[in-house]
């Protein structure tokens, strides 16, 4: 048993130890993060357009803005089963249990109930040697040792771990925003090769007419037979497109499926309404670029990276400063031998007891440098993580102002092309009209079925246009991941499923405010 003396030192190494916690809490070590400042424009470059409406926000469902129920259905289903954004849902699960664990490491980091049972026997040999027989030893106790975050070590983990748990949430965001806009791009093209077929099945049907046409003069003797076979050169050719365009609707299709999360082919109903390219609104509500900054989540995950960063600077520095813990351990022992004769049964007699308990420090001197460039190599991290900050921003803007121009500048050129459509259509009829006639040859005919096909199909890829730069632009924009807001980042099957192999506690129902702390930095 311990003295009442030993007793007495003990308490006063703890008082001490505890003191110097106290004192030394504040000096964590490690810099102090501050947002980088990006220079940006205070308004767009096409601010002034009447097509544009800064004063306000983007809506956050811009894809209801185009009026096509399909595409509303193909975006709602795509974001309840998209497997692709389930990945990046799991990751946030994944994010917020290493939190949970950099929580864990500021409380005592070893707990262990220890026990252990020994029978020692020598050989005979030894027996010659030593004056001991077959010796027993039982053992139970319980051991802990808790490192003291002097110098902020593990509540920086706990920081860095909370910023990579909000950066999860920021990508889930961001994939939710990218999915939107992926599976409006390509149900665009869907259509846009809908009404290329269209047109091109539309034209079959003037060029037969031509066709028959020319065949009718030839039989009457009023023209040559060159008339006939070019009649058919150029309709068979307008035929040989339509295949390819299929073809190119069909693997759009295939791409609507698999952003839906479903087999190919399933989701043809799905797509049944008419034949046309989304159509944009008169005007598009686009707010200012400091607006942007807050909405675009690939902006917020490229901080909160920084400011995770920022903390693993300091983790690494404390390591220059010597670690000290409290470690103690508690518990029975009873040994039997040649002088002591005990049982298992005496664990718990009085005499069995014993414990052991003080401070302990550690300090790496002689560490040849590692430390000083492990903190060089998370410092460069660091900064890396800032410069791609600046990047993103900037890059964010230009996006903006890219999709803006061709978005506007594309609407013009449509109507450029709308008109170059009608007078083609215009130049086909009064071409069938003089070639009956015979005041033209039949040169004239082709030329004008050429260039009618060749200014509609410039026409439907305008369109086409029109709404892909409106769709890049409200993606660059960032709008979209608000309607995750208030819903599970995982399905119910998946979520079912992790319960069943693993206690989940609450963590599929906690959202990013109720998991972390207002942490001061």
């Known amino acids: ?67 096509d ?17 389930q990945v990046t849902g799991l990751r946030i699960l994944e994010a917020r249990a290493r939190l949970g664990y950099a929580h864990g490491q500021r409380y005592p980091q070893v707990q262990a109930a220890v026990g252990g049972a020994t029978i020692n026997e020598p050989s005979e040999l030894a027996l010659n040697t030593i004056q001991t027989g077959t010796f027993y030893d039982y053992q139970i106790g319980f051991d802990a040792s808790w490192e003291i975050d002097f110098w902020g070590k593990y509540k920086k983990g706990v920081t860095a771990e909370e910023s990579g748990y909000l950066s999860t949430v920021a990508d889930y965001d961001n994939a939710l925003v ?24 539309e034209n079959v049907t003037v060029q ?32 040989a497109t339509i295949p390819q365009l299929e073809a190119s609707r069909q693997q759009a299709e295939n791409a609507l499926s698999t952003l839906l999360g479903q087999t190919t082919g399933s989701i043809r109903q799905i797509l049944a309404g008419p034949v046309a390219i989304p159509m944009p609104p008169a005007q598009v509500s686009i707010s200012v670029p400091a607006e942007m900054l807050r909405r675009r989540a690939d902006i917020r995950a490229a901080e909160l990276n920084a400011m995770a960063q920022s903390d693993r600077v300091g983790i690494a520095q404390t390591d220059f400063y010597p670690r000290v813990a409290l470690f103690g351990s508690v518990g029975t022992q009873v040994g039997d031998g040649d002088n002591v004769s005990s049982s298992f049964s005496d664990l718990l007699s009085s005499g069995s007891w014993f414990y052991t308990f003080g401070p302990r420090m550690l300090w790496t001197v002689f560490n040849y440098g590692r430390i000083k460039n492990n903190v060089r ?52 009829d009064l071409a069938f009209v003089q070639y009956r006639e015979g005041a033209v040859d039949f040169q004239r005919v082709l030329d ?36 995750q807001q208030n ?6 099957a998946i979520r079912e499923q992790m319960q069943k192999r693993t206690n989940w506690g609450e963590y599929f129902s906690e959202t990013p405010s109720d998991v972390v702390s207002d942490t001061k930095r």
Not at 224 to 237: G, H, I, K, P
Request: aromatic share 8%; net charge negative; proline share 2%.
């Open 448 to 483: 004008a079925q050429r260039s009618l096909l060749e200014e509609e199909n410039t026409l439907a890829d305008i369109d086409s246009s029109v709404a892909t730069n409106l769709i890049a632009l409200y993606k660059a924009l960032g709008g979209g991941w608000e309607m």
């Open 377 to 428: 190599v998370e410092d460069a991290r660091f900064q890396e993580s800032l410069v791609s900050y600046q990047n993103t921003v900037l890059r964010a803007g230009q996006e903006v102002d890219d999709a803006l121009a061709g978005f506007l500048r594309s609407q013009e050129a449509a109507v450029f092309a709308r008109n170059a459509a009608d007078s083609a259509q215009q130049s086909v």
């Open 178 to 201: 990218s999915l939107a806009s992926e599976v409006a791009r390509t149900y665009t093209s869907l259509r846009t090769f809908e009404v290329l077929i269209k047109l091109a099945q």
């Open 69 to 85: 129920p399909v595409l509303n259905n193909l975006v709602d289903l795509a974001y309840k089963q998209n497997l692709s954004l």
């Open 208 to 239: 037969e007419e031509g066709l028959r046409i020319a065949q009718a003069r030839f039989d009457n003797g009023a023209t040559s037979e060159l008339d006939v076979t070019q009649a058919r050169t150029l309709l068979e050719s307008t035929r």
């Open 1 to 67: 048993m311990k003295s009442a003396r030993d007793s007495h030192f003990v308490g006063r190494c703890f008082c001490l130890v505890s003191c110097a916690g106290l004192t030394l809490a504040g000096c964590a070590v490690g810099p102090t993060y501050e947002r980088p400042e990006v220079q940006l424009n205070a308004n767009w470059s096409e601010q002034q357009d009447s097509r544009i409406a800064t004063q306000t926000a983007p809506d956050a469902q811009w894809w209801s803005t185009f009026s």
């Open 487 to 492: 819903q599970p980042y995982i399905n119910d």
